[in-house]
Structures are given as structure tokens and as C-alpha cells.
């Protein structure tokens, strides 16, 4: 897959997932801009490793003046945005706990980066893409959507929702020629992971592993794949779809 010439934002890039999809674009010649909270100096000089051009902001996804403000900077130097893949969310620093003892603070803080966090990027970025009517927008789910995940039901029902806003985004993009779709990986080796599950990290491992039909733990390099097709002109023609990137857990 070959992205010259086009632009990719990548929301939640500082680390993790965001980071390797930033690298993975780069490397395949796409300009990449990326954006989180945390600084993102790290995967920018990925990104010029990478030969590529970059531009990293400060955004607070769920906040509907700093994502225009990020699609406008990204138009300024690039141009065009072509993929946007909304990366961002509330995770690793979340703590799961059985439904009745969830924090309401943390509930209300999860729903409003993991769900309007994707609704203000795809406003923040439609003004372009219908412009040029063409766009490839990704929504990173969750297995923990699809599997009704326990003991962590503000994440779980943020990772549904992510679904939902998928297939009605496509819907109403479709006449634009904007394709939206999701990936849903499982639990992937990232720093966050560990931050989420602790010293709980191994057993949990060992129950996915459990149910995957493949029986291999999954790395971040895993997901990049399906993210790249999707951004790219090879499923011109899929929207509205989740990809399960899951070993064999749940078949959609
Ligand atoms: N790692 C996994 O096992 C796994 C499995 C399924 C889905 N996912 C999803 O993949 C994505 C990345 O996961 P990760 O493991 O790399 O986690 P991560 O926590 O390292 O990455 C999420 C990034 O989003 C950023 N972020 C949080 N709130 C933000 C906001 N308001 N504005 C901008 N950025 C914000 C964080 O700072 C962080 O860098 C997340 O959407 C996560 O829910 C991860």
C-alpha cells in the first residue's frame, strides 16, 4: 500500500497504537499529523525518520474548538486530509471495577473523549474531506465492544457507541464518497495495557488467549494492517464495516 501524496491525521499518537499507525503511514510515504495530549515529539521525529513530513499539535479531541483548530493547521501546511484514524481515548488510565462501583466522574470523562471525542474530529475534518469528496475515516473499537467486555462498562459501552457512530457516519457520509469504518482489535501489548490490568496483566492475557482461535498474544504491529487497508484505495468500496483484528474471538 503506497500513501504519497496523502495526508493522514492520527488522533492519540504520543505512544501505543497511534504511534506505530503514525510510523506505518510515514514509511509507506504518507504526511502524517499527529496529536494528544501528551507530547507527540517522539513519534514526529518517527515520522522524519521515516522520510516522511510531520506536524504534531496539542489537541484535546473532545473539545470541538481545538479539533477545528488541529484540522486547520493541518490543511495549512498539507493541504488535504485524507485519512483520519481516531485513535484517542481514555484507557490506561482508566480503572475497571464491577458496573455498580464505576466512578460516575470517570464514566462521564470516558464517554466524552472515547465517543464525542470521534463525533468533533469527524466535524473538525469534513469541511476538507467534502470538499474534495473523497475521505477515509477508521474509529479504533474495541473486542471489548463485540465480547461485551465485564468489570469495565464505561469503557465497553464507549467502544459500542464507537460502532454505532461507524455505521450511522457512513450512512450519512456515503454521498460525499466518505467511507467510515472501525477496527476492533483485542488486547494488545501496549503500555497501556499494562497500566490498565497491573499485576492482573499476565492472567488476563492467558483468558483472551483462551479464546482466540489463534493462540498467539497480540503486538501492536498486528493492527496496523487492517488500519492501512482501510485508509487505503484497496476497500474503496467497504464503509460502515468493523474489522475484528482479534485472533478468532468474535466473527461478526
Ligand atoms: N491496547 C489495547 O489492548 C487495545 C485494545 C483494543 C482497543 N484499543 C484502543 O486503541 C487505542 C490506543 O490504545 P493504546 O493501548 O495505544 O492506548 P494509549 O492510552 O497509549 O493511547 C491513547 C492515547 O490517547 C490520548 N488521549 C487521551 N485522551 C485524549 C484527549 N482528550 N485528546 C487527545 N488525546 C487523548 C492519550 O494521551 C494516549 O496517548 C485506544 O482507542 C484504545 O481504546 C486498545
Known amino acids: 500500500?503506497?500513501?504519497?501524496?496523502?495526508?493522514?491525521?492520527?488522533?492519540?499518537?504520543?505512544?501505543?497504537?497511534?504511534?506505530?499507525?503514525a510510523r506505518q503511514f510515514a514509511r509507506r510515504g504518507a504526511s502524517v499529523a499527529v496529536?494528544?495530549?501528551?507530547?507527540?515529539?517522539?513519534?514526529?521525529?518517527?515520522?522524519?525518520q521515516e522520510g516522511a513530513q510531520g506536524l504534531a499539535t496539542k489537541t484535546d479531541v473532545s473539545s470541538s474548538a481545538s479539533t477545528a483548530e488541529m484540522a486547520q493547521a493541518v490543511v495549512e501546511k498539507f493541504g488535504r486530509i485524507d485519512v483520519l484514524v481516531n485513535n484517542a481515548a481514555l484507557y490506561g488510565s482508566l480503572h475497571f471495577a464491577p458496573f455498580d462501583k464505576l466512578d460516575e466522574?470517570?464514566?462521564?470523562?470516558?464517554?466524552?473523549v472515547n465517543v464525542k471525542g470521534i463525533w468533533q474530529c469527524c466535524k473538525a475534518v469534513l469541511p476538507t474531506m467534502k470538499k474534495q469528496q473523497s475521505g477515509s475515516i477508521i474509529n479504533i473499537s474495541s473486542l471489548a465492544a463485540t465480547y461485551g467486555m465485564p468489570n469495565?462498562?464505561?469503557?465497553?459501552?464507549?467502544?459500542?457507541?464507537?460502532?454505532?457512530?461507524?455505521?450511522?457516519?457512513?450512512?450519512?457520509?456515503?454521498?460525499?464518497?466518505?467511507?467510515?469504518?472501525?477496527?476492533?482489535?483485542?488486547?494488545?501489548?501496549?503500555?497501556?495495557?499494562?497500566?490498565?490490568?497491573?499485576?492482573?496483566?499476565?492472567?488476563?492475557?492467558?483468558?483472551?488467549?483462551?479464546?482466540?482461535?489463534?493462540?498467539?498474544?497480540?503486538?501492536?504491529?498486528d493492527i496496523v494492517g487492517a488500519v492501512l487497508f482501510l485508509g487505503s484505495e484497496h476497500s474503496e468500496l467497504m464503509t460502515g464495516q468493523t474489522m475484528m483484528v482479534d485472533g478468532g474471538t468474535v466473527f461478526l
Open 35 to 48: 496529536n494528544d495530549l501528551r507530547d507527540c515529539g517522539e513519534t514526529l521525529e518517527i515520522i522524519r
Open 152 to 221: 469495565g462498562l464505561h469503557y465497553t459501552t464507549s467502544k459500542a457507541a464507537v460502532i454505532g457512530a461507524t455505521r450511522g457516519l457512513a450512512r450519512e457520509l456515503g454521498r460525499y464518497n466518505i467511507r467510515v469504518n472501525a477496527v476492533a482489535p483485542n488486547v494488545v501489548n501496549t503500555d497501556a495495557t499494562g497500566e490498565v490490568f497491573q499485576d492482573k496483566k499476565d492472567k488476563i492475557v492467558e483468558v483472551t488467549l483462551s479464546q482466540q482461535a489463534i493462540r498467539r498474544p497480540l503486538e501492536t504491529g
Open 1 to 21: 500500500m503506497n500513501f504519497t501524496d496523502k495526508v493522514v491525521i492520527v488522533t492519540g499518537a504520543a505512544r501505543g497504537l497511534g504511534q506505530e499507525y
Open 105 to 112: 466522574k470517570e464514566w462521564d470523562a470516558t464517554m466524552n
